[in-house]
Antibody, heavy 118, light 111 residues
Framework: QVQPVQSGAEVKKPGASVKVSCKASEYTLSGYQIHWVRQAPGQGLEWMGRIHPHSGGTNYAQKFQGRVTVTRDTSISTAYMELSRLTSDDTAVYYC???????????WGQGTMVTVSS | QSALTQPASVSGSPGQSITISCTGTSRDVGSYNLVSWYQQHPGKAPKLLIYEGSERPSGVSNRISGSKSGNTASLTISGLQAEDEADYYCCSYAGSRTFYVFGTGTKVTVL
């Protein structure tokens, strides 16, 4: 598996939305779940959601329901995570990661820093 | 769903063994053999060390081992080395409502 490549750092104002991209191989996107995990500064890891490879169906952590949307564009082998109604508490590094058959997160992207500040 | 409980810090001297615990509940660790462990160096992405409680991906040192008993999973690092100094996180599948829950994280210091 090749490491996914994520989009660059973002600075957003409170109330705005952010969309982070994760470019993986065509093989990865069509065969493996893509998960999104975030890490606030100095804090631990937090699972946000995932997209299934075949159906494109999604699952989200209850905490983010209604605010997060995970999508994919198979034509360019890219997955996306969009988070809306941002607050300062959403300042974090956002990672995409490839799931394996054992519900573990196998390969991680390099992370995308999202800063929410007025 | 609360985070799994890990000790905030664990330390050991080079060559020693250390064990990090990860305590959950019957709704996560206790119900599924789907505990994974991750190592994270400062400023870097996490790295998978253990999956399914005790399985090592190819390329992970055999100094790393995992186990589970009841609602508690454990990660053991034997022959501690300077490069093992990092943060460690456990994670468990937690069913079709919560999906995944991470541990609080443990900072390992090599003395």
């Amino acid at each position: 598996q090749v490491q996914p490549v994520q989009s660059g750092a973002e600075v957003k104002k409170p109330g705005a939305s952010v969309k982070v991209s994760c470019k993986a191989s065509e093989y990865t996107l069509s065969g493996y779940q893509i998960h999104w995990v975030r890490q606030a500064p100095g804090q631990g890891l937090e699972w946000m959601g995932r997209i299934h490879p075949h159906s494109g169906g999604t699952n989200y952590a209850q905490k983010f329901q209604g605010r997060v949307t995970v999508t994919r564009d198979t034509s360019i082998s890219t997955a996306y995570m969009e988070l809306s109604r941002l607050t300062s508490d959403d300042t974090a590094v956002y990672y995409c990661t490839i799931g394996n058959d054992a519900d573990a997160f196998d390969i991680w992207g390099q992370g995308t820093m999202v800063t929410v500040s007025s | 769903q609360s985070a799994l409980t890990q000790p905030a810090s664990v330390s050991g001297s080079p060559g020693q063994s250390i064990t990090i615990s990860c305590t959950g509940t019957s709704r996560d660790v206790g119900s599924y053999n789907l505990v994974s462990w991750y190592q994270q160096h400062p400023g870097k992405a996490p790295k998978l060390l253990i999956y399914e409680g005790s399985e090592r991906p190819s390329g992970v040192s055999n100094r790393i081992s995992g186990s589970k008993s009841g609602n508690t999973a454990s990660l053991t690092i034997s022959g501690l080395q300077a490069e093992d100094e990092a943060d460690y996180y456990c994670c468990s599948y937690a069913g079709s409502r919560t999906f995944y829950v991470f541990g609080t994280g443990t900072k390992v210091t090599v003395l």
